[in-house]
């Protein structure tokens, strides 16, 4: 029976150890993609509700220069009737807008709500949510518990043995050996091992299926990185002109006659300080996200590499694995050592 | 993508050229109002992004308009006196009418 079982482990070392480590290594990469991609989707979706604060406040400021600035569509003037001699708040209605378009003249505003100009790109953040998400759960699946099986099995026949000890009234009719024997042990973490494993390829067989149902899920993130530069561009713009018509006023401001009050001049200098100092923060913003994103690009792509069935290893990805099966390699001789050693001694 | 990219970045170059020259601006009357209107309008172009995914690059106004904005943008970097301003601006104007006519015609 010894011999038999060393034979087999023999046998069996190999055969286990061979692809193993690659599954490891398939796990990691979806663990990363998953960890990338939720950190991604929270700052896309934080970018952006910045995105909508500064378009509300560029909206607010458009109407409130002008009456004839109207919410939801607004027609600028090309060239408002602004004079640099009087006050904005003094000018008459209609000194930047007009009630409707003139062709050459105007130029049409969209003074709309921001949340639903981002709608799109907020669905678009939720299908990738969704994506990576299923991703999690795939890698935090919980395994068998066969162990904890064979542990409850034995306190069971342990329980019978003494009750048929009792019945037949000797000490016990069946030895069954305790948690801590060392041949349970062993075997027991021979059985987690191979669970592992089992556990390891089952989790790569429903990410390969996960990946090959959302295979547009990376040209999804490239458009949303693209969506998310031009959102940039918008929100930079915005940025500038908040700034540069802040300016602005305080050039009407100061050149009015007659000046206008300490407290507005104060005021008027205050937000324009405030503007100018927003703009270079929120200037910082969109690099970092853009990088986020383009770190998610990279890893979405690796593991859809190593997902395949004889993958094409990238040198990053040749020298994990090597790590990785170093070290089950070792887990695989303790475990299996564990078991020969303990029925040795049996 | 790739065009609505360029165009909007056109755009806020020509916002952050006519932005860095709020001094030179505000000191004169007749090119003050021209100068807040065009700043103005680049935002009115630039903001409608969302209505933008039909615009491509193989429309034959779009490098035609490109070009224009790109030039109107150059030359407001670099003009100096009062009549140059003029003109460039009205450029400027001009650029972004057409901008502003052809995504109309393109999103209708």
């Not at chain 2, 969302?50 to 670099?78: C, H, K, M």
């Given at each position: 029976m010894?011999?038999?079982?060393?034979?087999?482990?023999?046998?069996?070392?190999?055969?286990?150890?061979?692809?193993?480590?690659?599954?490891?290594?398939?796990?990691?990469?979806?663990?990363?993609?998953?960890?990338?991609?939720?950190?991604a989707?929270?700052?896309?979706?934080?970018?952006?509700?910045?995105?909508?604060?500064?378009?509300?406040?560029?909206?607010?400021?458009?109407?409130?220069?002008?009456?004839?600035?109207?919410?939801?569509?607004?027609?600028?003037?090309?060239?408002?009737?602004?004079?640099?001699?009087?006050?904005?708040?003094?000018?008459?209605?209609?000194?930047?807008?007009?009630?409707?378009?003139?062709?050459?003249?105007?130029?049409?505003?969209?003074?709309g709500?921001?949340?639903?100009?981002?709608?799109?790109?907020?669905?678009?953040?939720?299908?990738?949510?969704?994506?990576?998400?299923a991703?999690?759960?795939?890698?935090?699946?919980?395994?068998?518990?066969?162990?904890?099986?064979?542990?409850?099995?034995?306190?069971?026949?342990?329980?019978?043995?003494?009750?048929?000890?009792?019945?037949?009234?000797?000490?016990?009719?069946?030895?069954?050996?305790?948690?801590?024997?060392?041949?349970?042990k062993?075997?027991?973490?021979?059985?987690?091992?191979?669970?592992?494993?089992?556990?390891?390829?089952?989790?790569?067989?429903?990410?390969?299926?996960?990946?090959?149902?959302n295979?547009?899920?990376?040209?999804?993130?490239?458009?949303?990185?693209?969506?998310?530069?031009?959102?940039?561009?918008?929100?930079?713009?915005?940025?500038?002109?908040?700034?540069?018509?802040?300016?602005?006023?305080?050039?009407?401001?100061?050149?009015a006659?007659?000046?206008?009050?300490?407290?507005?001049?104060?005021?008027?200098?205050?937000?324009?300080?405030?503007?100018?100092?927003?703009?270079?923060?929120?200037?910082?913003?969109?690099?970092?996200?853009?990088?986020?994103?383009?770190?998610?690009?990279?890893?979405?792509?690796?593991?859809?590499?190593?997902?395949?069935?004889?993958?094409?290893?990238?040198?990053?990805?040749?020298?994990?694995?090597?790590?990785?099966?170093?070290?089950?390699?070792?887990?695989?001789?303790?475990?299996?050592?564990?078991?020969?050693?303990?029925?040795?001694?049996? | 993508m790739?065009?609505?990219?360029?165009?909007?970045?056109?755009l806020?170059?020509?916002?952050?050229?006519?932005?860095?020259?709020?001094?030179?601006?505000?000191?004169?009357?007749?090119?003050?109002?021209?100068?807040?209107?065009?700043?103005?309008?680049?935002n009115?172009?630039?903001?409608?992004?969302?209505?933008?995914?039909?615009?491509?690059?193989?429309?034959?106004?779009?490098?035609?308009?490109?070009?224009?904005?790109?030039?109107a943008?150059?030359?407001?970097?670099?003009?100096?006196?009062?009549?140059?301003?003029?003109?460039?601006?009205?450029?400027?104007?001009?650029v972004?009418?057409?901008?502003?006519?052809?995504?109309?015609?393109m999103?209708?």
């Amino acid at each position: 029976m010894k011999h038999a079982l060393r034979t087999a482990s023999l046998w069996f070392l190999p055969l286990t150890l061979a692809g193993c480590a690659l599954n490891q290594l398939r796990i990691e990469e979806a663990t990363d993609v998953a960890a990338k991609g939720k950190i991604a989707v929270a700052a896309a979706r934080d970018y952006l509700g910045k995105v909508a604060t500064a378009r509300e406040a560029m909206n607010l400021e458009y109407v409130g220069l002008d009456p004839v600035c109207k919410p939801d569509m607004a027609h600028l003037r090309f060239e408002p009737e602004l004079k640099t001699g009087v006050e904005i708040k003094a000018l008459p209605p209609g000194w930047l807008c007009t009630p409707v378009p003139i062709p050459g003249e105007t130029v049409e505003l969209p003074l709309g709500p921001p949340a639903r100009e981002l709608q799109p790109t907020l669905r678009m953040l939720e299908g990738l949510s969704t994506y990576f998400a299923a991703i999690t759960q795939i890698v935090e699946e919980p395994g068998p518990t066969t162990s904890a099986d064979i542990l409850e099995t034995l306190a069971v026949f342990r329980s019978a043995a003494t009750l048929a000890g009792a019945v037949s009234g000797t000490d016990s009719v069946l030895d069954v050996p305790k948690d801590d024997d060392g041949r349970v042990k062993s075997v027991l973490s021979l059985i987690t091992f191979l669970e592992m494993l089992r556990t390891e390829a089952e989790k790569v067989k429903n990410l390969r299926k996960l990946v090959a149902d959302n295979d547009e899920a990376g040209t999804l993130m490239s458009d949303m990185r693209n969506r998310l530069s031009i959102w940039e561009l918008a929100r930079k713009v915005d940025a500038i002109i908040r700034t540069a018509n802040s300016r602005a006023m305080i050039e009407t401001a100061w050149k009015a006659g007659p000046p206008a009050a300490a407290e507005v001049r104060q005021q008027l200098v205050r937000n324009y300080y405030a503007r100018a100092a927003a703009q270079i923060d929120d200037a910082k913003l969109f690099p970092a996200l853009d990088g986020t994103l383009e770190a998610l690009i990279d890893a979405d792509t690796a593991m859809r590499n190593v997902l395949q069935e004889n993958p094409n290893l990238d040198a990053r990805q040749r020298t994990r694995l090597a790590q990785l099966t170093r070290k089950r390699v070792a887990a695989a001789f303790d475990a299996l050592a564990g078991v020969l050693i303990a029925f040795a001694k049996g | 993508m790739t065009s609505k990219t360029q165009l909007l970045g056109a755009l806020a170059s020509l916002a952050q050229t006519l932005a860095a020259r709020t001094d030179d601006a505000s000191h004169d009357d007749a090119v003050f109002p021209r100068w807040f209107g065009t700043l103005n309008a680049c935002n009115a172009v630039a903001r409608r992004a969302g209505d933008w995914e039909n615009l491509s690059v193989e429309s034959p106004n779009y490098t035609d308009l490109f070009n224009r904005l790109v030039q109107a943008t150059n030359w407001l970097a670099i003009v100096r006196s009062r009549n140059d301003w003029l003109d460039a601006l009205g450029e400027a104007n001009m650029v972004i009418a057409d901008i502003d006519a052809l995504l109309k015609a393109m999103t209708a």
